[in-house]
């Protein structure tokens, strides 16, 4: 009897009511940290904020609160929050393509989904039939003859400025204008390296 009333408890834990259930699976999630706009972000001592959080004044004292939704990031004493989405962040070395989208002070500034537009120098492009000279005035005024507005150009992120602009250049062959296709914007991993490269020639 007695072990029949055992086997019959263990069935009974292995088939719990639907509110336990969902109990479970929030504390299964309870590690995941994850916050919405306002909340409060659980601190150690002598933290520091980071982006997207905002120092405010509690009843016990300074609270910090998170500006934006998303998972929160602790790297030694710094506490930040990355969005669950957002723009995409160019770095040195990725291959991209942009759009032109003005022409001034000898430069190409591109529209690269980014946060900011990114600008291709007329010295960091490789002028037509590979020829290697210094850039003069005239190059200056035959830049449309290169690449004009609403063009398609793929190029490699050469710098990443302080203030967040890029700086890109294409001084190689496979860095040109893109055409013959269909552009498609999306939410993709990019990868850097000859893999990269390679799908934009």
Not at 54 to 65: A, D, F, R, W
């Amino acid at each position: 009897m007695e072990a029949q009333r055992s086997s019959s408890a263990s069935f009974t834990i292995l088939r719990p009511k639907r509110l336990s259930d969902n109990a479970k699976a929030v504390s299964r999630l309870s590690h995941v940290p994850i916050t919405s706009p306002g909340s409060v972000i659980l601190t150690e001592d002598h933290s520091v904020r980071a982006r997207r959080t905002l120092l405010s004044c509690g009843e016990s004292g300074n609270v910090l609160n998170a500006t934006r939704a998303g998972v929160i990031s602790r790297v030694n004493k710094l506490v930040m929050v990355m969005p669950l989405r957002s723009r995409y962040i160019l770095e040195t070395g990725d291959v991209v393509g942009g759009r032109v989208v003005e022409i001034a002070s000898k430069r190409y500034k591109m529209d690269v989904n980014a946060t900011k537009l990114a600008f291709l120098l007329l010295t960091a492009i490789k002028l037509p039939g590979g020829v290697h000279r210094r850039r003069n005035q005239e190059d200056e005024l035959n830049m449309r003859e290169y690449f004009k507005e609403g063009d398609l150009v793929s190029a490699e992120v050469q710098e990443r400025r302080k203030h967040g602009s890029v700086a890109l250049h294409a001084r190689m062959l496979r860095y040109r204008k893109l055409s013959g296709g269909r552009w498609t914007v999306g939410h993709l991993a990019i990868r850097t390296g000859e893999t990269s490269k390679e799908a934009l020639s």
